[in-house]
């Protein structure tokens, strides 16, 4: 950003305001993020930690059930 002379000066008589920023957005009900998606839970997007993860949950899941 280039400021000449006149820019600097009415800042310095006059400074800088800062405004409100406008209102936060509404909750969609979206996800957000991958971890939360059901096709990442199961591994079934393709990505081979993925569904390493997605084993290792079945079989902590099915531990719990004995």
């Known amino acids: 950003m280039n400021m000449n002379d006149d820019d600097f000066s009415q800042i310095l008589e006059r400074g800088?305001?800062?405004?409100?920023?406008?209102?936060?957005k509404a909750d969609d009900g979206k996800v957000k993020t991958k971890a939360k998606?059901?096709?990442?839970?199961?591994?079934a997007h393709g990505s081979g930690s993925a569904r390493q993860k997605a084993k290792y949950r079945e079989q902590r899941a099915n531990r719990q059930k004995k």
Do not use: A, H, L, M
């Open 16 to 24: 800088i305001s800062f405004k409100k920023g406008g209102s936060p």
């Open 37 to 43: 998606k059901k096709k990442y839970i199961t591994g």
